[in-house]
């Protein structure tokens, strides 16, 4: 299996392409995104492609809205908060949980020092009241995280 993986690799020859992507703006100033279908193999072809659709005008055939679902991330843990507050703001350790104990203190979130992702059922009941109030009874389903075992 090993060998065969490593023939595999041996023959191995890595190829360039091209994508075609667009991005137009639309009567109210929305932004649309249109990728071309095929991959364009060499940097001629994807120049030539370019310098045809430049100035062309364009219209939307068609809209086909399809129903989505997205499940919301789990709740932050000691070490998912801090490794977020690095990645997107930069933040050592340090003044990530220098800033969580302020927003703790203030009231405005719930103790940040857990590796657990449950809520409680009083909170998940609270949400759920409020959700169904605002938005309805299809939006209040709660979601259960798994803690993640080693």
Sequence with gaps: MIVEREREIQKFESASFFKGIGNFIGDAKQLFKAELSKDLKTQDEAQNFLEEVKNAQYT??????????????????????????????????AKTMQVAQKLYEAGLITYMRTDSVNLSEFAIKACQDEITKLYGKDYSKPTNYVTKSK
Excluded: C, N, W, Y
């Design 60 to 93: 939307i055939s068609d809209i086909e809205v399809k129903p989505g679902k997205k499940t919301p991330s789990a709740p932050f843990t000691t070490s998912t908060l801090q490794q977020e507050a690095s990645r997107k703001m930069g933040f050592p350790v």
